[in-house]
Structure formats: C-alpha cells, structure tokens
C-alpha cells in the first residue's frame, strides 16, 4: 500500500534534514581540505601536510556519508524486511579504516622525519595560522551540526561525519602549536624545537586513532545487532535489564521468555516473548500485548515490537482452569464444569468431574466416544488428582430453525405471559425468545475405575427400543421481566424461581426458562 501524503511529509523531513547537513559538510571539507594543502606546500610544514590529508580524508568519509544516507532511508522492500538502515553502520564502518590508515602514514612521515633528523626549511607566514583558524571554525560547527543531526535522527553516518570534523578541529591546533614551536625555535636558535611539526603529526595520529577505535566499536555493535541504547548514561546491559524489568512489571506477565533488540540505521526492532497464563482471554492478552509495546518503546522510542504470547500454567490456576485449558488446546467447547472431592470406602479416592461437551450434530456416536475418551486422558495428566470423569455430551446446533416450529413458539409466548398475569409484581414480560435443540443428550456414564463408558461396559445397559425422552425436541425460553424499581432482590429471585415452576407446570415440553429480571424506569437492556 503506498503511504498517503501525511504519512510521506513525515518521513520525508529527517531525510532533507540529513541530506542537507551531509551536503554541507562534503563542501566544507572540500574548501578545508584546499586551503591547507596550499598552506602545507607554501610553508613546506609536515604538519599542515598531514593536516591537509586529514582534510583529505574527511572529504573522502563526507562523500560516503552523503551516498550512505541517500540509500539508507529507502523504505523495507520484500527482500530487505528491516529497510536499509545498516548502509550507514557500514559506511561509517568503511571509514574507521581511512581513518586509521591515515593514522599509520602520519607516524611513518614523523618517525622518518625524526628519526633521520630531516631539517625542516618553514617559510615564516601567518597564512597558515589563518587557515588552521578558519579550519578549526568550520570544524567546531559542523561537528556539533552533524553530532545534534545525528542523535537527532539516530544516524551513524551523520555521527561518524561528526567525529572525523571533531578530530579534524582538535588536529588542526595541535598542528598549530607545531608550527608556533618551530618558528620559535628558529628565532630563538632552539633546534630541539624544529621536533615540535613531527611531534605535533604524531599528537594528531593519536587523536584519530583513539576516536577512530570508539567510532569502530560503536559499528560493529550495530552490525551485530548489539543491544541498542538510548540513554548514553546508561550501559547495553543495563539497557536491556531495565527493559526486563519493566516487562515483568506488567500485571499478568508471569515471565520474560526472550527479549531481542536491535537497531537499522534510525529505526529499532524489538522481539518480545511473554510468558502469559494460558486462561487468559483475548482482549487481555491484547492489552498486555499493548503494555508491553509501551514499555519497550519508553527505552527505544518508536522501535517496531513484536510480542509472542506464551501459554504458561499459572501457581493461581484451578482445577477448572486447567481442565478448561485442556479443552481450549483442542479448540473444544466444555461448560458446567464441577469437580468434587471423594474419599469414600467404595470409590477410588481422588476428584471426580462432571462436564458437558459440545460437538458438532453430524458426528457419528463412535467418533465423539473417542474424542471424550482422547480429552479425558489428557486431563488426567494434566490433574493427576482426578480419578474420575463423566463427560455428558451435546451436540452443537448447526441448521437454521425450521419455519414450521414458529407458530408453537408463539404458543408458549402467550402461555408465558398469561401464567405471568398471575403475579402482581410483574408489570411486564418482553423480549421473549423460544430455542429448539434436536435430539442430543447423550450421557456417557464412568465405570467405577473412571473414564467415558464404552458399549462393551458390563455395567452399563442399553435399551432394545429408543426412549421417546431421547429423541424429542428440547426447548429452551427466554424473556425480559419488568418488576418495580424498589423491589428488594430477595422478593426478586422469589417472584422469578415462582414464575419459573408455574410456567413449566404449564408448559411441561420446556425444559428451561431463563428469565433477565429489569427495573421498570429501565427495562431495555
């Protein structure tokens, strides 16, 4: 889907920002780099000829910024799913070995030079003193653009840019002061002095190659996907303790199964795994899933979180959430779940539970057998304590009421309302509704050891004809019941369970009547 203008202006303005300051600093460095290879060569100074490499080489290091910057903000594509954000580490990692070979020449030219005790013939001029000034001027101000643009929009080119101007700047006086000691030294006739250039080339090579082992180290953590950190005051590890913490602090979060971070070029990723209590619902788990994000985004502000929910057993889990739990990993539907303690003389000691399971109309007696007799297994190893279970089966309605039933159900609406005349308190009966459910109460009884009976049970029978109790329609009503605002709910559930028996003493064939009692000033939910 392509991303709609305000969702483009956005991304777009870090992008121009970047470009701009990258820009920039490849004009600056090349104008730098210029001046002090004239200076270098008018003054016949190592120092400014090596300051001038320097330049040189930041020239180089701004190129590559800009061209890094220019293909690490294309957009994720089906081949790169993180974007191209690690083209800036790895250019700024490129640009860790110029800066050290540089480092390398410079020590071999002063060395040389010291060593072999080569006289150095300066011309006395204060243009190279002009230049190193305005060198150290441009240096502090980009340097201090690209490290804001670059924390700004968490960028390792704009940062690597950054350093290379930083080291420049503090070369640059370095090499100053070289040249302030040599001419010195020749007005004053100091030889030791004229060591002052070399020794001020080897200042710089040391100053490059401290940053340069900083700035290297920063990279490839970021190529090996290193635990990112926001706050430079604290450390990758506790970064990442932090995050744990905060994730486990999460109510309902019983453990921090894996935690994954990294980070491609501006953009964080974060993989979460939770562990959750297995009886937990939908919607719950989304808002811990939400919570969770939020914590992760407070230490890596807008990483892009995936959490894994992990089922996990609970210390707080009852038996009837753990037997729920064995039905939901079979994507089954039980309810009127009761478990009871026994400890009698004729009946193994343990807990006995009685549960009604759905299963599809159209399945074949034979299957739903196996299937209780598979469930029942599974949840005695997930309860060892159960000895026994009976499992009464119900088949779930699939079909659509058929039109021929809706004239009888308007026969037990109006038989309904004229057994509710009968009681004052009842000023209204709305919203009835009459369900059907075919043939379906198979009961499954246990043998005295436990488990569904199979149809080899000695104990069971089975009887020669079908009853007409097993096979008839069971019906099921509902209604809305008004009754005054100010009726105690004693007399409430008194008037409901008397409208219950009296309604079913008239209409025997309902095998249930649920009844939502209401307050007259409010009767519609």
């Excluded at 210029?34 to 330049?55: D, F, P, R, W, Y």
């Excluded at 506790?238 to 109510?251: E, G, N, V, W």
């Amino acid at each position: 889907m392509s991303p709609t203008p305000t969702e483009a202006a956005p991304a777009a303005a870090p992008h121009a920002a970047k470009r701009s300051a990258a820009l920039f600093s490849v004009c600056a460095a090349a104008v730098v780099t210029l001046l002090k290879l004239i200076a270098g060569l008018v003054t016949g100074s190592l120092g400014m000829l090596s300051e001038s490499a320097h330049s040189g080489i930041d020239l180089i290091a701004s190129a590559i910024t800009l061209f890094s910057i220019q293909a690490a903000d294309r957009p994720a594509d089906e081949v790169h799913n993180y974007g191209h954000g690690k083209i800036e580490s790895l250019s700024a990692f490129v640009e860790t070995f110029i800066m050290l070979a540089s480092c390398l020449w410079l020590v071999w030219e002063a060395v040389h030079r010291i060593v072999y005790r080569h006289h150095l013939d300066l011309k006395r001029s204060l243009w190279p003193f002009a230049v190193l000034l305005l060198s150290i001027a441009v240096d502090f101000t980009r340097s201090r653009t690209l490290g804001r643009l670059a924390l700004e929009h968490r960028s390792d080119a704009l940062a690597a840019d950054a350093v290379h101007f930083a080291t420049d700047m503090w070369a640059s006086l370095a090499v100053m002061l070289g040249l302030a000691a040599t001419y010195t030294g020749e007005r004053f006739a100091l030889p030791w002095l004229e060591y002052a250039d070399p020794i001020a080339a080897i200042l710089v090579a040391g100053v490059i190659l401290r940053v340069s082992w900083r700035l290297a180290r920063l990279t490839i953590d970021t190529l090996l996907d290193a635990t990112p950190s926001e706050d430079s005051s604290h450390s990758r590890r506790q970064t990442r303790s932090q995050l744990m913490d905060d994730l486990a602090a999460i109510p309902g979060v019983l453990s921090v199964d894996r935690l994954r971070t990294r980070r491609s070029g501006a953009n964080y990723f974060a993989d979460v795994a939770l562990g959750l209590p297995r009886n937990l619902t939908f919607q719950r788990s989304e808002q811990i899933t939400l919570a969770a994000t939020e914590a992760v985004r407070r230490h890596l502000p807008g990483a892009d979180v995936v959490v894994h929910p992990v089922p996990t057993a609970s210390v707080e889990e009852s038996v009837h959430d753990r037997i729920r739990a064995v039905a939901a990993r079979r994507n089954l539907a039980i309810h009127e779940i009761s478990v009871q303690q026994f400890d009698l003389p004729h009946v193994a000691p343990g807990l006995h539970v009685e549960q009604h399971l759905e299963v599809d109309e159209a399945m074949p007696l034979r299957q739903a057998h196996a299937l209780v007799t598979e469930l029942e297994a599974e949840m005695r190893r997930e309860v060892p304590a159960i000895s026994s279970i009976l499992t009464h089966i119900e088949s779930e309605p699939a079909t659509i009421e058929r039109p021929a039933s809706l004239e009888p159900d308007r026969d037990l609406e109006l038989r309904l309302r004229r057994v509710a005349a009968g009681f004052p308190e009842i000023l209204d009966i709305h919203d009835v509704l009459v369900t059907r459910r075919g043939p379906h109460a198979i009961h499954l009884a246990p043998s005295i050891f436990g488990g569904a009976a199979d149809q080899t049970d000695p104990l069971r029978e089975y009887p020669s004809e079908p009853n007409p109790e097993h096979i008839r329609d069971h019906i099921q009503v509902s209604c809305h019941c008004t009754l005054p605002d100010d009726l105690p709910m004693a007399r409430v559930h008194a008037v409901i369970t008397a409208l219950e028996g009296a309604f079913k003493l008239d209409a025997p064939e309902v095998d249930r009547l649920l009844i939502h009692p209401e307050p007259a000033t409010d009767n519609r939910r």
